[in-house]
């Protein structure tokens, strides 16, 4: 019986990242996941295995994700974000789509999300919980599903212009929104949430 496989090409750069000290990170992606991960070195391309005793082939889908964030510039600790967090999602934009391949207006717009001396992209991850990599063709953002929305949100704003003022008081609004949601939910009686038609209805 042939085991489910996915396929997934890195930048050659990352493979290093990807493998760790003495292959730490690639074991660690493959004993918490179940997979077996087969890295090219000299190529980026790395083929992904499912473990034919895997009880959950859904892991397959995590494994790439997690590949895929070290690829596009995340630090494995980030990354393993995905793992670790029940409702972490990987967004990707690549500005290819946007600019073409225009490398003067790619790196205009990275600047504008990167800000001067970093501060727009701190400013975006402290508002949202969420982690942006800017890194190469492409914008990548790690986080709650909530919370990366947000994040992607504001991105787009200034990738269509926005003043980062503008994008700031967005940040700000809506970090406060995702407070008093937290807020009402841990104010929520415990009977409620038992007794919520939705509540075991949520996909992870």
Known sequence: MTSASAFIKIPRNRVGVLVGPDGRIKERIEKTLSVKLDIGSKTGNVHISLDPRADDPSVLFRAKEVVTAV????????????????????EVIDLRRIVGKSQSE???????????????????EEMTNANVSVYGHTISIVGGVEQAQVAREAIWMLLK?????TVYRFLHRKRKELKRKEM??????PEELRASPDTNQVES
């Open 161 to 165: 212009g926005s003043q980062h003022r």
């Open 106 to 124: 790619m790196e205009r717009l990275k600047g504008r999300v990167i800000g001067k001396e970093g501060k727009t992209r701190r400013i975006i």
């Open 184 to 189: 009402q939910l841990w104010k929520t009686p």
């Open 71 to 90: 690829g596009r510039g995340f630090s494995p600790e980030h990354a393993f974000g995905l793992l670790y967090e029940e409702d972490a999602v990987l």
